[in-house]
């Protein structure tokens, strides 16, 4: 996944977005750190100090910093025009910019962004590693609720069963993200049915998703990967014409099944991969936050280290 220099993108034709950026790389400076908080919004940078641990202080801060670049990237909107609220279920979305949806996500090494525009879009990373502390018999039986009986057979009928299961849970995660429902949604009514082994060199777009059991829900796209040997993500959009709206999140009304067939094909016509971020294009953002000082530095430096 090379990286790919944003100023040679023609913005005006940017419809979507898949981006990534690799935490474990980034070792950050002071003057690294105080410039990442000078670029966001003060309860941004508040939230980021609570973290104990520098590892998701890193990965929280890489993920406010993308959110803001893409929207940059997209619009032109200078960095101090961009500003992000949250709804009750505490999903970020944009103030006065109604035509995009963006979704940021992360864990393991990676923090990973979608956006689209017009369209609701959900994305989840997870990395495959083992669970600590716990065998693999009794963290699924402590997650058994969490998928549906087909799901199970799946899971449990794969050549890498953990893998499998982290790849389902992206499937969830990315769906429930890009409704916006939250916790609120019992994960047994949604059931997933893939088709196709992960791979690292392309989406994997044939996965079908149920509702309640039995209606297929056609207006939804799932984008699957590998993002490396050791992490996979997961992107759900609604590819719909105008999906995106307030009314619409949470709802959804199915489309035809050649709609969806055309949809499938467009999709492997825009060749959709992800552009790995250096971080000079995230700290190349302009200072909105003037009241950052040594402080920041300090906190950021005092949390404990631990490995990702």
Same mark, same amino acid.
């Given at each position: 996944?090379?990286?790919?220099?944003?100023? #040679?993108?023609?913005?005006?034709?940017?419809?979507?977005?898949?981006?990534?950026?690799?935490?474990?790389?980034?070792?950050?400076?002071?003057?690294?750190?105080?410039?990442?908080?000078?670029?966001? &919004?003060?309860?941004?940078?508040? #939230?980021?100090?609570?973290?104990?641990?520098?590892?998701?202080?890193?990965?929280?801060?890489?993920?406010?910093?993308?959110?803001?670049?893409?929207?940059?990237?997209?619009?032109?909107?200078?960095?101090?025009?961009?500003?992000?609220?949250?709804?009750?279920?505490?999903?970020?979305?944009?103030? $006065?910019?109604?035509?995009?949806?963006?979704?940021?996500?992360?864990?393991?090494?990676?923090?990973?962004?979608?956006?689209?525009?017009?369209?609701?879009?959900?994305?989840?990373?997870?990395?495959?590693? #083992?669970? @600590?502390?716990?065998?693999?018999?009794?963290?699924?039986?402590?997650?058994?609720?969490?998928?549906?009986?087909?799901?199970?057979?799946?899971?449990?009928?794969? $050549?890498?069963?953990?893998?499998?299961?982290?790849?389902?849970?992206?499937?969830?995660?990315?769906?429930?993200?890009?409704?916006?429902?939250?916790?609120?949604? $019992?994960?047994?009514?949604?059931?997933?049915?893939?088709?196709?082994?992960?791979?690292?060199? /392309?989406?994997?777009?044939?996965?079908?998703?149920?509702?309640?059991?039995?209606?297929?829900?056609?207006?939804?796209?799932?984008?699957?990967?590998?993002?490396?040997?050791?992490? /996979?993500?997961?992107?759900?959009?609604?590819?719909?014409?105008?999906?995106?709206?307030?009314?619409?999140?949470?709802?959804?009304?199915?489309?035809?099944?050649?709609?969806?067939?055309?949809?499938?094909?467009?999709? #492997?016509?825009? &060749?959709?991969?992800?552009?790995? @971020?250096?971080?000079?294009?995230?700290?190349?953002?302009?200072?909105?936050?003037?009241?950052?000082?040594?402080?920041?530095?300090?906190?950021?430096?005092?949390?404990?280290?631990?490995?990702?």
């Amino acid at each position: 996944m090379p990286a790919k220099i944003l100023s #040679r993108m023609d913005t005006q034709s940017i419809k979507w977005l898949r981006w990534a950026f690799n935490c474990k790389l980034w070792k950050p400076t002071a003057a690294e750190w105080l410039q990442a908080n000078r670029c966001i &919004q003060g309860e941004e940078m508040q #939230r980021i100090e609570r973290f104990v641990f520098q590892s998701p202080a890193i990965s929280a801060m890489v993920g406010r910093l993308l959110l803001r670049k893409s929207v940059q990237t997209v619009t032109h909107l200078e960095n101090k025009s961009i500003h992000f609220l949250r709804t009750s279920e505490g999903r970020p979305y944009l103030k $006065d910019v109604n035509d995009l949806d963006v979704n940021v996500s992360h864990h393991g090494d990676w923090v990973v962004l979608a956006l689209e525009r017009n369209h609701q879009v959900g994305i989840d990373v997870m990395s495959l590693n #083992r669970p @600590i502390n716990i065998s693999i018999e009794e963290y699924f039986h402590l997650m058994r609720r969490q998928f549906t009986l087909s799901e199970w057979e799946q899971i449990k009928s794969a $050549d890498n069963s953990l893998h499998e299961f982290y790849r389902f849970w992206c499937l969830k995660e990315s769906y429930v993200k890009a409704t916006g429902v939250g916790l609120n949604l $019992d994960l047994q009514k949604i059931s997933f049915k893939v088709k196709e082994k992960l791979s690292a060199d /392309c989406f994997v777009i044939s996965t079908e998703m149920r509702l309640d059991g039995s209606v297929e829900a056609s207006d939804w796209l799932f984008e699957e990967k590998l993002l490396d040997s050791n992490h /996979c993500v997961a992107v759900c959009t609604n590819p719909s014409p105008s999906s995106l709206s307030v009314s619409a999140v949470g709802s959804s009304t199915a489309q035809p099944q050649e709609n969806y067939d055309s949809l499938r094909t467009n999709h #492997r016509k825009q &060749q959709k991969s992800f552009t790995v @971020i250096p971080t000079s294009d995230l700290l190349s953002l302009e200072t909105i936050n003037f009241n950052v000082g040594v402080d920041a530095w300090n906190n950021f430096n005092n949390k404990t280290f631990s490995s990702r």
